[in-house]
């Protein structure tokens, strides 16, 4: 079965600087979702990225999909407080109907 | 209604008893999704709805657990006979379809159930 693995686990970074994240699939990635959770709340849709070679941007977080399609990166220029919380990154399962998960990526930021 | 919609919000119940969870998708989103994130983990995959039908029940964790939906609106989370384990939050999602790839199978979650089982 296909599994997401995110890098690294948590990260504490001084407000201002720039960081990112990975996630790495077993297979080949046919659809990559990235979201953000805040403590209590829900998933938050950020981007999704399909094609290999594709980036994407909002506002200051930039998204990669590599060419062979299996990772993806999420990186966030010039990081604030508002930046901070859970990010999960999500895939369609081979086959389809179903989205797997990875674990996640606990961000700090300090001011 | 703007958003996939939870309640409660949250639920404290007692070991052995049964509880309810409601979930109101996005008005028009024919797939409809149930998971379980344990504290500090991941998203667990329980079960998802193509309008009121569930092809894939493996992802539940036994037959205490049963969900149903009617038509393409709201679904019910069953948990039966609650145990200390299934203290978790229960989030919900929807998409516009169940189909793989594309925007249309863009998940967008409620805020989840907070469950605690004393």
């Known amino acids: 079965s296909q599994e997401l693995e995110q890098s690294p686990q948590s990260l504490i970074v001084q407000e201002g600087k720039n960081l990112t994240i990975n996630c790495t699939s077993s297979?080949?990635?046919?659809?990559l979702y990235w979201y953000k959770q805040k403590y209590g709340e829900g998933l938050i849709f950020l981007m999704m990225l399909q094609k290999g070679g594709e980036e994407k941007s909002h506002e200051k977080i930039t998204a990669k999909l590599d060419e062979k399609k299996q990772q993806s990166s999420l990186h966030i220029t010039a990081s604030q407080p508002s930046h901070a919380g859970i990010y999960l990154c999500g895939a369609d399962n081979t086959g389809g109907f179903k989205t797997i998960f990875g674990a996640g990526t606990r961000l700090f930021v300090k001011a | 209604g703007a958003g996939v919609s939870q309640s409660p919000s949250n639920k404290v119940t007692e070991k052995g008893k049964d509880v309810e969870l409601r979930c109101d998708p996005i008005?028009?989103?024919?797939?409809l999704y149930w998971y379980r994130q344990r504290l500090g983990q991941g998203l667990e995959f329980l079960i998802y709805f193509q309008g009121n039908s569930a092809p894939d029940k493996s992802g539940l964790p036994s037959d205490r657990f049963s969900a149903e939906r009617t038509g393409e609106s709201v679904s019910t989370l069953t948990i039966q006979r609650t145990q200390q384990e299934d203290s978790a939050v229960y989030l919900c999602?929807?998409?516009?379809?169940?189909?793989?790839?594309?925007?249309?199978?863009?998940?967008?979650f409620g805020a989840g159930t907070r469950l605690s089982v004393l």
């Open positions: 297979k080949t990635l046919y659809g």
């Open positions: 999602a929807s998409s516009l379809s169940w189909l793989a790839g594309g925007h249309r199978n863009i998940q967008y």
């Open positions: 008005s028009g989103h024919t797939a």
